[in-house]
């Protein structure tokens, strides 16, 4: 079935069709609809699902963890300063290994107070340990929501999935919502290998020492610096999950194809804009003016950010001339993440095309196509004279 709607309605459709058991939120712009919507669906009775109002952020997710340390499968969403209150129960969920799944709306953060789209916020988390998958339009949103339940739960590790602030959150656009049969054909039931049970009980993520030691049952448990290996070894692991779940979700629903990188016009191109979000589709009419001028070039949207795909990056990119990476974020007093990552992937090829980067859309800034045009252009044609300095674009000092 197709429908019109917005982002935020795309994303709560997906959390229905995955059958969410618990479901705990705040309020924040620009996700609020999003769970308006789920607290509409539970009301009516359409969805069967605990919609659990809390008082804060910090909450919404401490719930998220307590639910699925019993082994239901939970679902909440947030933005921005919202985000960042979570920010110790994030890297608690991660820690916990709980295969939690949250939307991200992406936003500014304050101070000052903005409530206009760029990706500091979950940028800012990049490091606690959570999977993080970018949607670029309304279909990516619901089928990404969709797959995130099945990415998590066969790696046990938390997932975001980000898109957005208004940029797609409030637009409405067509998309196609899957049978409910063929997802739960794709998706079945949450059966943890363990959860808390009254029957059973026991404690979870007591204060551990620093070296190995026996448990309560004799065997040799991790320590820390095992459990922190365990889930970076994981999360490289999750680059082949999210492809194969990917192609799972093709042969059930019939999309896909693009787990990693969303390209458009990259298989001849000498220059090759990257990105996170919907930014990536605004980029193809940029691509698509520079190749009318003869300049090749092409478009590649990550879709896969953490883990990052640093392997495929090296492979995909490694014939161009130079890759000019354009993001709503920044790593202060360095260089934008997204750009360093690049950089960091592309290190041990033999011929490392240039790398440049530019900052725009900070706050919601404008982003006006002829200046990404503009940019673009002068990254193809006169590329020496731009440095290894973030380049602004937008910027009126």
Not at 80 to 92: P, V
């Amino acid at each position: 079935m197709h429908i019109i709607e917005s982002g935020n309605v795309a994303a709560a459709t997906g959390v229905k069709l995955a059958r969410t058991e618990v479901i705990a939120a705040y309020p924040i712009t620009p996700q609020t609809p999003l769970t308006e919507k789920l607290s509409e669906l539970v009301d009516s009775g359409k969805m069967k699902a605990e919609y659990i109002p809390v008082e804060s952020e910090h909450s919404a997710l401490a719930v998220c963890i307590a639910a699925s340390s019993a082994g239901s499968r939970t679902f909440t969403a947030t933005s921005a300063n919202g985000l960042l209150y979570m920010s110790e129960q994030i890297h608690w969920a991660a820690g916990a290994r709980l295969p939690i799944v949250m939307c991200v709306v992406n936003r500014g953060i304050g101070a000052p107070w903005t409530v206009w789209n760029d990706h500091q916020d979950s940028i800012s988390q990049r490091d606690t340990g959570w999977i993080q998958l970018y949607a670029c339009d309304h279909q990516q949103i619901i089928d990404t929501v969709i797959q995130a339940f099945h990415i998590a739960e066969t790696v046990r590790i938390p997932v975001m999935v980000c898109y957005d602030g208004y940029l797609l959150s409030h637009t409405y656009m067509p998309f196609e919502i899957p049978e409910q049969n063929a997802v739960d054909a794709f998706l079945p039931k949450f059966t943890p290998s363990y959860f808390l049970d009254p029957k059973n009980p026991a404690n979870l993520n007591t204060v551990t020492l620093p070296d190995i030691r026996l448990d309560v049952r004799g065997n040799m448990a991790p320590g820390y610096m095992e459990i922190r290996h365990n889930l970076h070894s994981d999360m490289r692991r999750t680059i082949s999950v999210v492809e194969e779940v990917d192609q799972k979700y093709q042969q059930a629903i019939g999309r896909g194809g693009n787990p990693l990188i969303e390209k458009y016009q990259c298989d001849d191109a000498d220059f090759i804009a990257v990105c996170l979000g919907s930014l990536s589709y605004q980029l193809r009419d940029v691509v698509d003016t520079l190749r009318r001028e003869g300049l090749k070039t092409g478009v590649a949207g990550i879709r896969l950010y953490r883990p990052f795909p640093d392997k495929t990056i090296a492979s995909e990119f490694a014939n161009a001339k130079g890759l000019i990476v354009f993001e709503k974020a920044l790593s202060y007093g360095n260089q934008g993440a997204l750009y360093a990552d690049i950089k960091s992937a592309l290190y041990r090829n033999d011929n490392r095309p240039f790398v440049h980067n530019y900052i725009l859309g900070l706050g919601g800034r404008e982003i006006k196509t002829l200046d990404l045009i503009n940019a673009f252009r002068t990254s193809c044609t006169d590329f020496r004279k731009i440095g290894d300095d973030p380049q602004w674009i937008g910027l009126k000092l």
